[in-house]
């Protein structure tokens, strides 16, 4: 996970099944980062293999962030990540980064220096910056 300047960016590997631990850690360590408030969040699905229905659940819930970007490579993915659509939050699905950052500038977060969390369990990657 890294902390960019005007949003929280999660990157989860390729192949992972997304379970409710691995979702209840990624919000754990979005809302250690964001103690200033909700930022958006951009997360990258990539070829994420499941995701399992305790997650799904987790993710509908989740208020860690006050918009979210899904980033994902084709419509297998939007069809995947479908639920997110009913969560706590506004989410859209993007196949294109740049349009989905661009649709966090209509509602601009609070700007924080670009710092990263390197979290260590399965399934999240990428590393950004540093502390």
């Given at each position: 996970?890294?902390?960019?300047?005007?949003?929280?960016?999660?990157?989860?590997?390729?192949?992972?099944?997304?379970?409710?631990?691995?979702?209840?850690?990624?919000?754990?360590?979005?809302?250690?980062?964001?103690?200033?408030g909700r930022r958006p969040l951009l997360v990258h699905i990539g070829s994420v293999e499941q995701?399992?229905?305790?997650?799904?659940?987790?993710?509908?819930?989740?208020?860690?962030?006050?918009?979210?970007?899904?980033?994902?490579?084709?419509?297998?993915?939007?069809?995947?990540?479908?639920?997110?659509?009913?969560?706590?939050?506004?989410?859209?699905?993007?196949?294109?980064?740049?349009?989905?950052?661009?649709?966090?500038?209509?509602?601009?977060?609070?700007?924080?220096?670009?710092?990263?969390?390197?979290?260590?369990?399965?399934?999240?990657?990428?590393?950004?910056?540093?502390?």
């Amino acid at each position: 996970m890294s902390v960019e300047p005007n949003f929280n960016r999660i990157i989860w590997a390729p192949g992972v099944t997304m379970t409710g631990n691995d979702v209840r850690r990624t919000i754990g360590a979005v809302d250690a980062v964001s103690s200033a408030g909700r930022r958006p969040l951009l997360v990258h699905i990539g070829s994420v293999e499941q995701i399992t229905r305790e997650a799904r659940e987790l993710l509908i819930a989740d208020t860690c962030s006050m918009r979210t970007a899904v980033l994902g490579m084709d419509q297998v993915s939007k069809v995947m990540t479908a639920f997110a659509y009913t969560s706590a939050t506004p989410t859209e699905f993007f196949t294109d980064e740049a349009e989905a950052i661009a649709g966090f500038s209509s509602h601009p977060a609070k700007a924080l220096r670009r710092s990263t969390i390197m979290l260590t369990y399965q399934g999240v990657i990428g590393v950004r910056g540093s502390f």
